[in-house]
């Protein structure tokens, strides 16, 4: 099923997932577009896993475990950011990242 | 053996009656704080009395020797295996001489002091600073080694200097109480170079290993020379120069002038009889090793001491303060003692010289208190310290009269009184060694009894001066004092000094030499006759002789400008020069730094305090940044 | 050209083309479905590459689960229609050209790197392997991650629970 992709192809498809998340956490000004870079960036890193257990390691598992456990984690991640977001908003009533800068000098 | 570790008492009365008296004598008893300071001293001199008794009496003697007696000794502070500062009582003939000149004396200023302080504000701290100052001088003389003797020489020194600024309400009294001490501390620093360099190449501080004439001691150190002089002469020649601050020699002499600003009875005690011839004492404590080591330094004390009272002696001729003419008087007289020191031998008789400067330290003592507790009698009666404004006080003050005129005479060297004794003593053994300064020391004795005899005449008879209110006697408690140091003074004179005190601790016979007696008295009899002559009427002699000799009068008058070239030196030179630009180092540039340090603290943090924006994207951004430079370093960079 | 060639092809291209969309969309709810379309797209190829348990568990947690909870927060705390986001250029050159060098040096990496393949066989990925994998106490048994992730859910639902419940801080006006 693979053998006419290299797997070059998926790490670079991946690469470019993952640093287009970070252009989106570091350019967004709402709170819930950083949160969805923030998945980009998790899909990103499962594709590699992935495709390096396909590929390099393809009599174990280990890799697709992992990425079980990564999807795992960024649900309750995202449940709990949200959560938080709700909560900035009722005290300050925005979301706009450059205003709740209070936790500074 | 006599058991003497009851001595250690001598020392520890005083130290406790400071403590006590100083610290809840304001507050608890204010009135009986002189009674205890004085009780306190009189049991001391009690103590003292004994233990010159049994010791001059009945302790043993080797080969007819007085022995030296380590009365109690305790390590205080161990330098190196060998090397220790221990503090104790050594007990030797002039050390128990000294205990009994010194409590003696200082027995009788607490009894006067209790009429002449009386109704003072501040008469507990007085009464507390003199037993302070007690127990500093009875260390000094019963120290066992020379740094429990420094660390008591300065004691004193703050004890001086406490008692001159007694009146610190007044500049005058500050000043010279800052005087006092700098001077005096200047010296000390000598002092200190001489110990060091003393126990460097000796390796140790004790007295009785130092001194010892047949111990290794003696022998070191006169390979190495510098500058053409051993190492042991110059040790010695330093030490002496804290000999030279304390007993107010030329050129350290400045500060005793000045220490008159103090209380009269602090004058009696410190600058008469006991502090001044701390210096005494040194040479005298270290004198085998000058004898044997340095020479060429026990020369230099000579010219010194001699050097001293002529300079003195002119300079009291001509001032009308009679406690600065006293104070000249003192430092003239020990220059005495010290030449005496200068010219001695070592042994027997040719140890008179020796003999000779403790019998003038102990005559003068007696006459000198005497003379200062009169002035302060006189001043108190008169209210002023100035000759000018006195005369024919001998109508209104019988007693003082009396004892003062006693002292006089004692001073002017008129047998049978004790000064006659002591101080022809000195005449001989300066004759027998150096005859330029016997004869200096033969026209100093005719200066004495001139100026001696001018202020006598001037403030007892001379003209009749109208006072403002009667001057009436002193009360008791000043009087007594006066009266026990007159009868001192005029018996002290036949106490045997050749069986007790001697250089080596053997006694020696020695005898008045008519050849130098007989012109001696002369010489005494000649400058009263002077005195006489100019003073005991109101006459204009001496304003013509002022007028006649004015160059030299002026410069007497004026201390031959001594103090002038000290400030001199030290506002010009030192403070210009040295002391300005270390202030400004100090200020600019130690300080600067500090300052500098502390603003650039505070500007670095305040640029970069944008670190912490509170931003998350800006955090983020340095984030994945120094990633990826790491990220570079790592991979590419460092294989 | 083979067949997975081309879903390949088509899957990464909207893979890419949507996650720049998310990232530089101005309007949010619109950020949340192209969101959508890449995380349906990446399940696709996990399709391809043969985990398919785990590309049914993307499609449900993460595109039935995770965005619908993003649209809810949406709806929550912003005017949907009418905000329009923007940042500064300076921001988005200095984002942009920090994610620039970070991409090139990463697939300079990527291509320089010789990849070595093993010979084995490989193995056969079914349900039962995959359950028995994750309760097993064996070398290669996954029940403690399993065991810690449940914890980790659980903590979090507690978590969200609290931050979020009503009666939260009061209203600060901020300075502006």
Redesign the interface.
Known sequence: ?????P???F???A??????????F?????L??I???V??IL?SV??NF??FN?????????G??F???V??????????A??????I???????NVE?VNEMKF | MINFTYTIWILLLPFLMFLLLGLAGHKYFPKLSGLLGTCGLGIITVLSYITAYKYFFTSEKVDETYQKISAFNVTWLQLTDKLHIDLGVLLDPISVMMLVVITTVSFMVHIYSLGYMKGEKGFERFFSFLSLFSFSMLGLVLATNIFQMYIFWELVGISSYLLIGFYYQKPSAVRASKKAFIVTRFADLGFLIGILLLSFNTKTFDFITLTDPNGTAIAQGGGIAFMGLSVMTWSMIFVFMGGIGKSAMFPFHIWLPDAMEGPTPVSALIHAATMVVAGVYLVARMFPIYIFSAPVALEVVAYIGAFSSLFAAVIACTQTDIKRVLAYSTISQIGYMLLALGVSGYGGHEGLGYMASMFHLFTHAMFKALLFLGAGAIIHAVHSNYMTDMGGLRKYLPVTHMTFLIACLTIAGIPPLSGFFSKDEILAAAFHSNKLLFAVEYAVAGLTAFYMFRIYFSIFWGKETHYDHTPHEAPATMTIPLIILAIGSVFTGFIPFDKLVTSDGRIFDSEIELMIAIPSVLIGLLGIGIAYIMYRKESSIPDKLAATFKYSYKWAYNKFYMDELYLFVTNKIIFRYISEPVAWFDRHIVDGIMNAIATVTQSVSFRIRGFQSGQI?KYA?VF??G??ML??LF?YLWK | ??S??IM?ILF?AM??VF??L???SRK?LR??VF?LF??VS?SG??F????Q??AA??LT??AG??VV??I???L???HISL?F???GWK??M???T??????I???I???DYK????T????E?NMR??GK??LSVDY?G?VL?FEV?SV??L???V???I??KKG?????E?PK
């Not at chain 1, 690469?15 to 989106?24: I, N, Q, S």
């Open positions: 099923m693979n053998t006419g992709i797997l070059q192809y790490l670079i498809l690469t470019v997932m993952f640093f287009t998340g970070v252009y989106g570091l350019t967004r000004r709402n819930i577009t949160l969805m870079s998945e980009l899909n499962n594709i992935l495709a396909r590929y390099l390691y393809p009599h174990k598992l280990e697709m475990f990425s079980l456990f999807i795992a984690v960024a649900a309750s991640e995202a449940a709990v949200i959560a938080i977001i709700i909560n908003y009722r005290r300050f009533t925005t979301i205003d | 994207q951004f994945v940044t990633a990826i990220a570079i991979i | 050209m083979a997975n060639q390949f990464s893979i890419v996650s720049i998310t990232v530089t949010i950020a949340a969101l890449v995380l990446t190829l996990y391809m590459l043969n985990y348990f785990l568990v993307q947690l993460y689960g995770i909870l993003i809810f927060s949406i929550l705390t912003s905000k986001e923007s940042s921001k988005n200095f984002s942009a920090a994610a620039l060098t970070g991409a040096l990463s697939v990496t990527i291509l990849f070595s393949a093993t084995e066989a490989a193995k990925v392997f995959i994998s994750l290669d996954y991650p992730i980790l859910l903590a979090a639902m978590a969200a629970i931050v979020a939260g801080p009061k209203k600060v901020l």
